[in-house]
């Protein structure tokens, strides 16, 4: 397979409410997105998801049940591919850090989100993704 232009990495982050999972969803500008960002030089993307996620959500309470195990997007803008790893936690809130880069956070809002509401406000690339996590969550 062809290496993508740009190579991006995050995580779908789950948490259990009663016997429902919600989706942790974020929003910059107009675009709702899972917590994701560049894969940088020398960095596995695995490597790169866990630092993003931290980075944009401070979350750091997150265990990883597929392991590695992840779900690409199809190329997009330009031929970028984003990477999704599932993440689990038990963690409800959520703080938008300061980027040291932007002096703000990246983010301007965050949901934790049923999978018909991420469907609503995620963009069609993420369908395939969505799709996989859906299929993957045990049933309660």
């Not at 997105?33 to 630092?51: I, L, N, Q």
């Amino acid at each position: 397979m062809k290496q993508p232009k740009t190579l991006a990495a995050g995580a779908v982050i789950a948490r259990r409410a009663g016997d429902d999972w919600l989706l942790l969803v974020l929003r910059a500008y107009r675009n709702w997105d899972f917590p994701k960002g560049v894969v940088e030089a020398g960095e596995e993307p695995f490597a790169a998801a866990r630092r993003e996620v931290t980075e944009e959500t401070g979350l750091t309470d997150l265990e990883f049940p597929l392991g590695e195990e992840h779900c690409d997007t199809l190329p997009y803008a330009g031929g970028k591919i984003a990477r999704y790893f599932l993440a689990e936690t038990t963690e409800e809130n959520v703080r938008l850090p300061i980027s040291d880069e932007l002096g703000r956070p990246e983010h301007d809002e965050w949901r934790w989100v049923s999978f018909d509401e991420a469907e609503d406000l995620l963009p069609p690339r993420l369908a395939i993704v969505l799709d996989w996590v859906r299929r993957t969550l045990p049933s309660a």
